[in-house]
């Protein structure tokens, strides 16, 4: 149990492009997902938490209109890069969470279970 | 200020040793304590967690908490070249409606284990 999944695994576009980043929980219903980004040697950065039908809560300095998410199902979470720029190059990670008794007593304590990450490259 | 404190390392023991893993965290409501594995150019795989007083064991690997002194930390038994990557601490609190904040991560802690 506990598969998230992340499509796509590496993109590689034009500056100026939009980018969609799709995050799936496969075998649970996770009513929050969470958004990271990490530059290559650095931790992991929290960008934004969303909630399953409701709008995301962005961290301070993510700007909302330039990374879109959309919770839109208890299983999809998406994040769109508008108009991307090289310095939007990261390797971006999913994260989902499952409340207790909401997957069949699966997630006890909110542990997050990750995607493999996506890696965006922009020229 | 920094929620979850982990030293960086680099932290290198040979194969066999016992590998430490420590983290301090600054708030005193925090209630689950959680370790990752992150291998390079990978995402976070969790290890374990962890929210009583004392140690937890699973396997090789054995987290211990004590909350009076907020800190957490892992030991990694008989430690494999393969064991090497870094290691997340991160730390949950609860808000008073009873949902769970997200995850406060610390930075890091690059383990290599020598063969």
């Known amino acids: 149990g506990a598969v998230v999944s992340q499509h796509p695994s590496r993109v590689i576009c034009k500056s100026g492009t939009s980018v969609k980043i799709e995050c799936r929980s496969l075998d649970f219903q996770a009513t929050t997902m969470f958004w990271y980004r990490q530059f290559p040697k650095q931790s992991l950065m929290l960008m934004a938490t969303s909630n399953e039908g409701s709008k995301a809560t962005y961290e301070q300095g993510v700007e909302k209109d330039k990374f879109l998410i959309n919770h839109a199902s208890l299983t999809l979470s998406t994040l769109t890069v508008a108009s991307a720029h090289p310095e939007d190059s990261s390797f971006y990670i999913c994260?989902?969470?499952?409340?207790?008794?909401?997957?069949?007593?699966?997630?006890?304590?909110?542990?997050?279970?990750f995607g493999p990450g996506t890696r965006l490259t922009v020229l | 200020q920094k929620e979850v404190e982990q030293n960086s390392g680099p932290l290198s023991v040979p194969e066999g040793a016992i590998a430490s893993l420590n983290c301090t965290y600054s708030d005193r409501g925090s209630q689950s304590f959680f370790w990752y594995r992150q291998y390079s150019g990978k995402s976070p795989e969790l290890i374990m967690f962890?929210?009583?007083?004392g140690d937890k064991e699973d396997g090789r690997f054995t987290a211990q908490l004590n909350k009076a002194s907020q800190y957490v930390s892992l030991l990694i038994r008989d430690s494999q070249p393969s064991d090497s990557a870094t290691y997340l601490c991160?730390?949950?609190?609860?808000?008073?409606?009873?949902?769970?904040?997200?995850?406060?991560f610390g930075s890091g802690t690059q383990l290599t284990v020598l063969p």
């Open positions: 962890i929210y009583s007083n």
């Open positions: 994260s989902a969470r499952a409340e207790p008794g909401t997957s069949g007593g699966f997630s006890s304590y909110n542990e997050q279970f």
């Open positions: 991160a730390v949950n609190m609860f808000e008073t409606s009873g949902s769970a904040r997200q995850l406060t």
